[in-house]
């Protein structure tokens, strides 16, 4: 399989900009997940490093190979779309095999991709049906087993689960997972707007917003360790709370002042110069509990949403009537139309200051 490498990479579609400066080294067996809003170049990039769309600024590497100019079929490197687009006269085993008919493999070689593709992908029941005698996730398996049969340096997945109903979804989720376990050497780039796939699959995420890389990170560090608000704001669901305050005490612990009238401290250092430091204070809905000392929110839950493990309360911040929302273990519809207090551990707070988080400042 391959490394790749994206240096200064930009693409523009006349004046307009949709993607610059984007550095990003992919190693070998990763799977790497594009993520961002609607419109944010995640599909494009995918594009670029397909060869799909022309690359305006900036190297694309593969195996240390400049690429910008090599024709797609030339680059090792092999596409599953949105769409199944699947031959509807071929049987699974036709649609599987024929690109390799195409490159004038041997009947054997041939036999033999289809064959282990069709194992892994435990689609050889079905080699001898027609696509419309298959299931939506199978007729996806069937285009992903015809990118394995041509054993690609790196695998490109464009929002390959977005045609599928959430029960199917999940399950094909799992099976793209099942897959890289299989193929743990393969090289895998996955775009999806949905972060659930996004943190059950990547290796790494790759968060875009605005043209541009927001943070690249692992899973559990966009989670636990977002660079900025956005990334906090994205990863996660329902989002982060944010919440403007005053640094009111420094040292090893933080205490920030609410501009809703509550107190909260922080397990993030602070100096003396950053007294009086207007920041926003982020919390998970999930890191809000009830609290009976000092709170940092109090608020009349508005709507309750009672999921079975979990329940979702909703609040009206005061002064500025932005939305709060806490994840409650258990079911508490009681809660509706009462006032709530609530806390959070130190260590669970984030702060942010011009949107940029203290930690990396």
Known sequence: MADLKLSNVEKAYGEVKVLKDINLDIKKGELIVFVGPSGCGKSTLLRMIA??????????????ARMNDVPPAQRGIAMVFQSYALYPHMTVRDNMSF??????????????????????????????RLPKALSGGQRQRVAIGRAIVRDPKVYLFDEPLSNLDAALRVATRLEIAQLKEAMPDSTMIYVTHDQVEAMTLATRIVVLAGGGISQVGTPLELYERPENEFVAQFIGSPAMNLMPGEIVETGARTR???????EAVASIPTQAVDKGLKVNLGVRPEDLVATDGIPLFTGDVEITEALGEVTLLYFKRQGDSAQVVAKLPGIHGNLRHQ????????????????RRSLLYR
């Open 51 to 64: 060869g799909l769309e022309r690359i305006t600024g900036g190297d694309f590497t593969i195996d240390a």
């Open 99 to 128: 690109a390799l008919k195409i490159a004038k493999k041997t009947t054997a070689e041939i036999n033999a991709a289809v064959e282990k593709a069709a194992r892994i992908l435990q689609l050889t029941p079905y080699l001898d």
């Open 256 to 262: 920030i002042r609410l501009a809703n009238g509550g």
């Open 339 to 354: 006032t709530v207090r609530l806390g959070a551990d130190p260590a669970k707070i984030h702060l942010f200051h011009n």
